[in-house]
């Protein structure tokens, strides 16, 4: 677990109830890994929101767009729970190779990091 100093956030950064793996998986199937992990002696993970999500990106930086602190990351888009405005098939999508964010169809496979 990583914690975040400014927001007093903890982050998920172990991945080994995944085989090790960082998970990758739809917007739902992502809301649900979060609310059932179990992690560090905690059970209360969820799925950050979009400005959450954002907090961690480290805009100094590219491939991956974060600190090093974190051990376990992917320079790929990662799911927040905030679901796009305009359509609710859609969800907002954070991408940590550079930081931008953009919508997605939420039945397409994304990176999860669970927060609490």
């Not at 649900?32 to 954002?54: I, V």
């Not at 590219?62 to 359509?87: E, L």
Request: net charge negative.
């Amino acid at each position: 677990m990583v914690t975040d100093s400014a927001t007093l956030l903890q982050w998920q950064d172990d991945y080994s109830d995944n085989g090790g793996s960082i998970k990758n998986t739809t917007w739902t199937t992502a809301i649900d890994y979060c609310e059932t992990l179990s992690l560090g002696g905690y059970t209360d993970w969820r799925l950050p929101n979009k400005k959450e999500l954002l907090s961690i990106v480290d805009y100094g930086t590219y491939n991956p767009a974060i600190s090093p602190i974190f051990q376990n990351t992917s320079s790929s888009n990662y799911w927040p729970s905030t679901s796009y405005a305009y359509g609710t098939s859609y969800a907002w999508i954070v991408d940590f190779y550079n930081g931008l964010t953009f919508r997605n169809d939420k039945t397409n496979a994304y990176t999860v990091r669970c927060v609490r």
